[in-house]
Nanobody
Framework: VQLVESGGGLVQPGGSLRLSCAGY????????MSWYRQAPGKERELVAA????????KYADSVKGRFTISRDNAKNTVYLQMISLKPEDTALYYC?????????WGQGTQVTVSS
């Protein structure tokens, strides 16, 4: 099982980014996927999650209305569209899934929101 994140970077406050996470080595379409983030000195927190078919999503209160999680099972990829970014969104963002033997994590992609 491998999860590979991409799309992070440096963005100004109010800007946008789209993160991607490609899954390998498992039946991607069978499992829920999540995005977590961890800021320096803080615990890792759930940002957003999506069911296997993409029919249901949930978000942390801090990102509701600004972040959108989606997935393309034909491409084995989950996305996190982020708009109206704030300095407090600065963190290492991780892709996650859970099934027997897991949880499984990617290596993370850094998002820095700063002027």
């Amino acid at each position: 099982v491998q999860l590979v994140e991409s799309g992070g970077g440096l963005v100004q406050p109010g800007g946008s980014l789209r993160l991607s996470c490609a899954g390998y080595g498992f039946t991607f379409s069978s499992y829920a996927m999540s995005w977590y983030r961890q800021a320096p000195g803080k615990e890792r927190e759930l940002v957003a999650a999506i069911t296997s078919a993409g029919s249901s999503t949930k978000y942390a209160d801090s990102v509701k209305g600004r972040f959108t999680i989606s997935r393309d099972n034909a491409k084995n990829t989950v996305y996190l569209q982020m708009i109206s970014l704030k300095p407090e969104d600065t963190a290492l963002y991780y892709c996650n899934t859970y099934f027997f033997g897991g949880p499984y994590w990617g290596q993370g992609t850094q998002v820095t929101v700063s002027s």
